[in-house]
Every structure is written in C-alpha cells, then in structure tokens.
C-alpha cells in the first residue's frame, strides 16, 4: 500500500477546483479519471474514492491540519496527509509532505471524534438545523449513515431485459450483483465497478439509479395507457423508470425549465428504448395551462435542499447555504400550487424531494392541502425514507388524488 506521486497530485489538483474554483465533485472525478489512459482500475478507484473522502470530511480534515479557507496547495498537501495518516498509508519522503506529523494528526483526530459537528464533519448551521427538525438523536444516527459511501444500484429497463437476464450478463464480465428485497426493478454491485463501459449499459439494458429514486414512479402507480406529466424531469431518472413500467404505451410528457437537461434525457430515452416520452421546456406559464386538468398522473419531483443524498454529494455540504433552503421551499410551495392543476379529477399526485427536513416535506404538504386549490385534493399516503433506516439515499414522497 503505497502513494503514487501523479494519482496524487491529480488529487490535488481535483480539490483545487472543488474548493477554490467552486466546481462541483462529481464533474471534477469525471475529469481527473480521463487524465492517463494508462491507470489501471484501482488507480481509477484510488483518485476517485480519495478525492471525494476529502471532500466528505473536508472539516474534520482542516481543523486536524490547522488550515483555513482559501486553501493554497500547501494547505491541501496538508489536508492530504491527514486523510493518508488515518487511512494507514505510509508517508513517502516527498518534499510536500516533509515534517508530516503523525502522533498530532492520530492524537487530534481521537479529540476532534467526540464533537458532531467534527467527527460527522458538516457546517454548524446544517447541524443545528437537523436537530431542530429532527431531533438530536435521529439527526445524529442520520448523519452517521449519510457520511457513508453510497452503494452502485441498477434499475433494470423491464422495455430490454429482465432482472434475471441482466444479472447473469453482468455475472459473465465478473460483475456480481444482488436482488434487493421488495424493490422489482433493482440490482445492487456487490463491489464497484465500472458499469457504464459494460455492453450491456450502451445497449441500455439498464440505468443507474439509487433505490430510494427507485419507489418513486411506482409510488405513483403509473399504468400503460395512461397520460403521465413529470413536471420537473432534469435528465430523466424517474420519467424513463415511468415509460418502462407504461411498457411504451400512453403519452409520457417530460418537462423542465432547463432544454440541456431534457437534451440529455432524449439521449438516454434513445438507449433506454423509449419512445412514448414528449419533450416540453417551461418556458412560459402557458405550457402549463395547456396541460390544466388533463393528466391522469402528475409527478412534482421538486427542487430541495438534498440533505437526503450528501452520501452521494458530500460536497453540496459545503455549497449549501441556510438562505438557499429559506429559498427552496417558497418554489417547492409555487411548485406545488402550480403544477397540481395539470392533474385531472380522479388522478393522483406524487410530490417527492430527496430531502429528510419535514419542513420541505410533511410541512409543504399540509399547507399545500389547507389552500384553495389545495382543497381539491385528498390525500392519500406519504413514505419518508431516511439513509439510516434503509441504507440508501434520504426521500420523501406524497400521494394526494384528486376529487372527482
């Protein structure tokens, strides 16, 4: 187990532009793994897990260092050679790294373990906010779990293949997977891997989709046939996980403020083999009074805080801010206002985040529910799925019907 001077310096290099540059982590991974074709897969696994460990426990890791933001690239050596001490990696006698103190890096870290906000390594006034609205102990076991790495889930296209076909292509590349219980459509890697090179993901065989996002359109109760709007699309998880269970049949018609997003989920529905999907950018109030009262299903995946998926973003800890959240939950409110006049009498409504606050959940539903547009809906069941209790991502989801 030793360092390897260029996967490391990529590293650096990587948490440069997450910290300094404000880029996100996921399209910096992205980038650094395209920087040699010559790294192997556990060069590939080494830069990506390191860069987003960092990232994750970048508090923790700057306090033990004693370094402040800006970092200059001393400070993120610094910071590496935290992460390296309390990995047990040997340190290499490269200039950047002389003089690394070990016993002080071990002795602060066991000190820094007993306060939350350090050990589990988030902002004080995300802290504080979690426990106002979950409580001190839920709060605590939820951070733990959130600070875990997320596991790779597949959702099998049911339009190409079956769970059962797909497991045992993926058997023949040595790439083990599992059922997961109650969950029809998943298949969960056993150990990382590079799926998206595999055959079977350009044949689109599959997409790439935690378990929690999984519930969501079967929550809906989606059938061929029907008209289904997804009013917030992006790039289209849920909207293709509705054309496969619609089995092609009926109009799905994907919508988002953004036409970059939708470009991709045209890409991915080509692949995905799903031809039922209409694309419509919201680019004025009309789009949506075009649709008032004429869908049988509406799903309003609406924008949130994340807090539920920070194993999967952990640098949105630190990109947050408290006024984003004051924000969200006025457009979550107008979202909800708005785009349940599409939904027709006697049709449902799914509204879900990927957010644990029940003030963008629980909360926004009920109000939603005591307004006059509001009074035209029952509602039906929710689900709060937090990472601590399943394993997966933190969601919430809500199923409000029509009156006829």
Not at 210 to 228: E, I, N, T, W, Y
Not at 342 to 359: D, E, F, N, Q
């Amino acid at each position: 187990m030793r360092l390897h001077r260029n996967l490391v310096y990529t590293t650096i290099d990587a948490l440069n532009a997450i910290f300094n540059e404000g880029e996100y982590a996921d399209k910096v991974v992205a980038r650094s793994l395209k920087k040699d074709k010559r790294w192997g897969s556990s060069d590939r696994k080494f830069v990506a897990e390191t860069i987003y460990e960092v990232v994750r426990w970048k508090r923790l890791y700057a306090e033990i260092a004693a370094v402040k933001e800006p970092y200059d690239r001393d400070d993120l050596w610094r910071m590496f050679a935290t992460w390296a001490v309390l990995r047990g990696y040997p340190i290499p006698d490269w200039r950047q790294l002389e003089g690394t103190p070990e016993r002080k890096i071990k002795g602060k870290f066991d000190e820094l373990s007993k306060i939350r906000t350090f050990r589990e390594s988030i902002p004080d006034w995300m802290d504080e906010l979690g426990v106002k609205e979950l409580g001190e102990e839920l709060w605590t076991k939820e951070l733990a779990a959130q600070n875990k790495q997320a596991q790779v889930i597949l959702r099998v296209n049911t339009l190409k293949t079956t769970k059962e076909k797909l497991r045992a292509i993926l058997m023949d590349l040595n790439i083990e997977t599992e059922f997961l219980k109650d969950q029809p459509d998943a298949l969960v890697l056993k150990e990382r891997a590079n799926v998206f090179l595999t055959d079977a993901f350009k044949e689109g065989f599959f997409e790439v989709q935690d378990a929690s996002s999984q519930l969501v359109a079967r929550f809906l109760d989606v059938q061929p046939g029907m008209r289904v709007v997804d009013t917030c699309a992006g790039a289209g998880g849920k909207t293709l996980h509705m054309a496969s269970l619609m089995e092609n049949k009926g109009q799905l018609i994907a919508m988002d403020l953004y036409e970059s997003k939708l470009k991709q989920l045209k890409l991915r529905a080509k692949r995905n083999g799903a031809f039922n999907i209409e694309y419509r950018i919201i680019d004025s109030t009309k789009v949506i009074k075009k649709l008032c009262e004429k869908a049988d299903r509406v799903l309003i995946d609406a924008p949130c805080s994340g807090l539920g998926v920070l194993k999967r973003n952990p640098d949105s800890k630190w990109k947050l801010q408290p006024e984003f959240i004051d924000n969200i939950k006025k457009v979550q409110a107008e979202v909800l206002e708005s785009y349940s006049r599409i939904v027709k009498p006697g049709g449902k409504l799914v509204y879900a985040t990927c957010s644990i606050l029940p003030s963008e959940n629980q909360e926004q539903i009920k109000k939603f529910l005591s307004t006059d547009n509001g009074k035209n809906f029952t509602f039906v069941k929710d689900s709060k799925v937090l990472a601590s209790e399943s394993g997966f991502d933190g969601f919430y989801m809500a199923l409000l019907e029509r009156k006829l």
